[in-house]
């Protein structure tokens, strides 16, 4: 009976261990997924906007191409989602006027968002991209009191104080190693003031596509593509394109496709990290990524920069960081505190049914 049991415990032991494994190897798979593919839709970028090979002058035409190639994989999404339903929950290929309509507001802030983003890359190196949209964290906190009407910490506005410090002192640092470009820094605030406004839009919209993160990724784009073609045509992008060099080039149009592929992969792998582990992982997940972005980006393109540059890019990115901790940590301590409240309603209530009996 002792063998048996020994076996049994080393039986148990075994495959909770294998679990662990499995558990863990998922999700280092999944976190390298994500900052491949987050890596690598920022260098594809810069390369279609600012390369000595391509460097097509329209940045509009970039991004509504890539919400364009955005639908086409959705739709295929859709067909695979009806032969294969335990993959994921991918709707079906269907466009709703109404829903568009409700969804508008949200597509809106996606291309200033978009646009914005590539923008800030064509004007500034990759390596200084992460400190131009360090204005995030702050423009979340703004928000969040303006719109939602939360309240932030001090300590969280401490880190705020502390990203911008790093923020300020960057492009005064960049300023003086290289020719700054402050239309750059004009589109990555801009961006960053866009990226907060999205993540609200995206939480208000979401009953309207039932709750399916790729149902509302389907009408964005859809919308998204539209609201581009005006604004292409107001800027004379479609004159630039038309007399673009390497228009019939397989090169340009496969690096171009890849570019909307990826574009649309980062949400599935975005939300798949936060899924795999929590949004406070994936957050720290998201800022050494970072980290490790402006390293490769400083190295690939062989950048010369000095102490106080890296300091600089230290300050956001560890500002970053804490932020997210600290506001972890006040979320938990909310959570606690109404489990306390909940629980002292319910002591009179226990009260009152034992006096009864």
């Given amino acids: 009976m002792i063998k048996l049991n020994r076996k049994n415990s080393f039986s148990k032991t075994e495959k909770m261990a294998e679990t662990l494994l499995s558990k863990s190897l998922k999700i280092l798979a999944v976190v390298c997924a994500y900052w491949s593919v987050s890596i690598s839709l920022v260098f594809l970028n810069k390369y279609l906007l600012s390369s000595k090979d391509l460097k097509l002058d329209a940045p509009l035409f970039i991004t509504w191409y890539q919400c364009v190639v955005s639908i086409i994989v959705l739709f295929f999404l859709s067909l695979l989602g009806d032969r294969y339903p335990s993959i994921d929950k991918f709707p079906a290929f269907h466009i709703d006027i109404n829903i568009a309509k409700q969804v508008l507001p949200l597509s809106i802030v996606f291309v200033g968002m978009i646009t914005a983003n590539n923008l800030c890359l064509k004007y500034l190196d990759v390596a200084f991209y992460n400190v131009a949209r360090a204005l995030t964290t702050f423009f979340n906190v703004v928000f969040s009191y303006v719109i939602l009407g939360q309240k932030t910490s001090v300590k969280a ?115 798949l990290q936060i899924k795999v582990t929590s949004p406070l992982t994936h957050n720290i997940s998201g800022t050494a990524k970072a980290c490790a972005q402006t390293v490769i980006a400083v190295f690939y393109f062989t950048l010369n920069k000095t102490a106080l540059w890296w300091t600089c890019n230290l300050m956001v990115l560890g500002g970053s960081g804490l932020y997210t901790y600290v506001k972890h940590s006040d979320m938990k301590a909310l959570m606690r505190e109404d489990e306390k409240h909940t629980a002292q309603e319910k002591e009179p209530l226990k009260n009152e049914s034992n006096n009864v009996v």
């Fill in 157 to 271: 506005i401490a880190c705020c104080g502390f990203i911008i410090l790093g923020f300020s002192m960057g492009i005064r640092e960049e300023g003086n190693i290289n020719s700054l470009s402050y239309k750059g820094i004009i589109f990555g605030v801009t961006g960053s003031l866009f990226v907060c406004l999205n993540a609200i839009y995206t939480k208000r919209c979401m009953p309207a596509v039932d709750g399916n993160i790729w149902k509302l990724q389907l009408y964005n784009n859809v919308n998204a593509a539209f609201l581009f073609l005006p604004m292409m045509l107001f800027s004379g992008e479609h004159t630039v394109v038309m007399n673009f060099e390497h228009l019939s080039s397989h090169y340009f149009w496969v690096m171009m496709t890849m570019s909307g592929v990826f574009g649309i992969a980062i949400g599935y792998v975005t939300g």
